[in-house]
C-alpha cells in the first residue's frame, strides 16, 4: 500500500516539505492501523486504500489513495459512501484532512464535504451524518 500511497501523494508532500523517503515510510509504518485499513482489489492487484477509524464523536478517514489508473471511475465516491453509511448509521459526521496542494478537495465537497477549518498545509473537512435537509 505504500507504493499507491507514493504514486499518489508524493507530488503534495513535496510541495510542501519535501519527499524524504526513509520519513515517510516510517510516517506510514507508525500512522495507519492496519486494522483500520480496507485494501482494494482489481483481478488480485492492489489497487487503493482507505483507512478510517470509528469512535463515539466521527468516522475518520485518515487515507484514501486510488492508482491513479484507477481514479475517476467511481471507486473512491463507492469507498467513501462506506465511510458516510458507517457515519450515517452511528449518527457522526465523517472528518478528514487534505494537503492543500491535492485538488482532492474538489472531490470531497462534490460528496457534501465542506471546509470547517485549515492551517498551513491542509484543509480540514467535515459531512454531517444527517441528510443536507434535515429528514
Known amino acids: 500500500m505504500y507504493q499507491i500511497k507514493k504514486k499518489t501523494l508524493r507530488d503534495y508532500v513535496d510541495e510542501i516539505w519535501g519527499w524524504n523517503e526513509s ?12 486494522s483500520d485499513m480496507h485494501i482494494v482489489l ?33 471507486i473512491g465516491s463507492s469507498l467513501m459512501q462506506g465511510a458516510i453509511e458507517q457515519a450515517r448509521s452511528r449518527g457522526v459526521p465523517v472528518t478528514l484532512r487534505v494537503l492543500k496542494p491535492n485538488p482532492a478537495t ?19 473537512l467535515e459531512k454531517s451524518s444527517q441528510p443536507a435537509d434535515g429528514r
Do not use: M, W
Open 106 to 124: 474538489g472531490f470531497y465537497e462534490k460528496l457534501g464535504f465542506r471546509i470547517v477549518s485549515e492551517d498551513d498545509t491542509h484543509y480540514y
Open 23 to 34: 520519513q515517510q515510510r516510517e510516517y506510514h509504518k507508525n500512522a495507519f492501523n492496519p
Open 42 to 74: 482489481s483481478d488480485r492487484d492492489q489497487i487503493g486504500v482507505i483507512c478510517f477509524t470509528l469512535d463515539d464523536s466521527c468516522v475518520k478517514v485518515g487515507l484514501i489513495c486510488l492508482d491513479p489508473k484507477h481514479q475517476n471511475c467511481g
